[in-house]
């Protein structure tokens, strides 16, 4: 599988309301040494009951503006502490987060 090493990849497993015995469960244990070992984040969540989804959109939120952050970095050499916009820009993630978040 080709990504761009740009990309934040995560790993969620979806519907964990819905496994209701042992056997229809993949062992989170597994789950979590599978993306250990591929560098992924896991997040095992329900849109039903909601369990595990604000702390999945947490971190995307926040690793997606890390990495761009890196970016910005590399490409302009500013840092976190030479960067005037960086409070703006943390009060705007933290607005489109809950933005997102409060959604029903």
Not at 29 to 46: A, D, N, P, V
Not at 89 to 94: L, W, Y
Request: aromatic share 10%; proline share 2%.
């Amino acid at each position: 599988m080709l990504i761009s090493p740009d990309c934040e990849v995560f790993l969620v497993a979806a519907k964990c309301d819905q496994r209701t015995t042992e056997a229809a469960k993949i062992d989170f244990k597994t789950g979590e040494q599978i993306s250990e070992r591929l560098g992924y984040s896991l997040f095992e969540t329900s849109a039903k009951n909601g369990t595990g989804c604000g702390r999945a959109l947490a971190e995307m939120v926040w690793k997606i503006k890390d990495r761009r952050d890196e970016v910005s970095q590399y490409v302009h050499g500013d840092t976190a502490y030479d960067n005037p916009v960086e409070e703006t820009q943390k009060a705007s993630v933290t607005s489109m987060f809950w933005t997102i978040f409060s959604c029903h």
